[in-house]
């Protein structure tokens, strides 16, 4: 079942109604005062696109022995185990955890009340103690969120943040209002593969000079053996360098016409998503499309389109993605290591970057971590 379907299911078997999605419903405290006011109030004078800092800002680098905050600002895990191996799996990698106070909340689809998982994140990068923040698991309801975060406390403590899907919302909204650099990068409740465990060391620890990011594992070629999963695929050659921006598709069109919305101005943006049927993920793009979003952007990257099942006559992904980059004049490359897959990029959501298409290489090209 995919998220859209879940999340119908749910709210038809809870019998809830729209006034059930009054703010007051889901705890919803007064909006911290700064940056998210006049976000809303940019969209209210018609500004739908946030405006990006002149500069970035930069959070220090993981060393060993450093606290990482944990929290759910989206969906939970089912159960309460899920969460100490969620833990666990920080302290393999070296460091201590300090969960968040309401990590073990649940209501329905999400990890507590939106007003509690807002308290969580914010509280985080207030927090002198924490050093970087990582997300237990995405799901849905972050974007319920970006009205509630203190953007002025974020950018006066720039921390990493990592995790992706839905986090996809606070990625591009906390990036967009402080101009903090965050990171799309695997959850704590998955298990590492050796693939993700060395692209989030290698970013976020070793941080070299110009990484190139996403490349697919080595494959062993031998007779009557060829890469069949992991291939890369140059849709339109050429070269572009840009910020790097992207994530969840759902989610990067949901907030199309929102003041969340990122600045695609000469960017590099980054495509994947799970679960999505064809013509949804057709639907997607011809959103991003008539939005102007590709005759912005300076280049454009697919990740991957996890279990993109028809279940009836359907376009193929390929024809999909031929439609809509066909009359493109920028750089399109195809089958980065980016979204829901065991063998995981970590992208710096806001850094400069470089796509070349002829080469098939995505690299960082700007600072990202200090």
Known sequence: MNRRDFL??????????????????FGLGERPAGAGHRAKQD?????????????????????????????????????????????????SLGFKVKPGAHLFDRRGYLAGLDAARANDLNTMFEDPAVDAIFCARGGFGASKLLP????????????????????????????????????????????????????????????????IIGAPPPFLRAPGRAERINRLKTLKPGQATGRLIGGNLSLI???????????????????????????????MLTALWLAGVFDQIAGLVIGKFTNAQASGPSLSIDTILNDRVAPLSIPVLQGLM?????????????AMATLDADRQQLTVVGPYLV
Do not use: W
Request: aromatic share 8%; net charge negative.
């Open 148 to 211: 509630l975060i203190d953007y002025d406390a974020i950018a006066r403590n720039p921390k990493i943040l990592l995790g992706y899907s839905d986090i996809t919302a606070l990625h591009l909204a906390i990036n967009g209002q402080t101009g903090l650099i965050t990171f799309h990068g695997p959850i704590a409740t998955q298990q590492f593969s050796p693939y993700t465990v060395k692209a989030f060391r290698r970013l976020l620890q070793t941080v070299p000079k110009a990484p």
């Open 338 to 350: 980016i979204g829901h897959i065991e063998d995981q990029a970590t992208l710096p959501v806001g």
């Open 43 to 91: 969209c209210l004078d018609g500004q739908s696109q946030q405006r990006q800092p002149s500069m970035p800002r930069l959070a220090r680098r993981l060393q060993s022995g450093m606290t990482i905050g944990l929290i759910a600002p989206a969906s939970n895990a089912f159960e309460d185990h899920d969460l100490e191996f969620a833990m666990d799996i920080v302290r």
């Open 253 to 283: 069109t949901h907030l199309l016409g929102t003041p969340y919305a990122p600045d695609f101005r000469g960017a590099i943006l980054f495509l994947e998503d799970v679960d999505e049927a064809p013509y949804r993920i057709d639907r």
């Open 8 to 25: 119908h299911r749910t709210i038809t078997a809870a019998g809830l109604g729209t006034a059930a999605f009054a703010p007051q419903a």
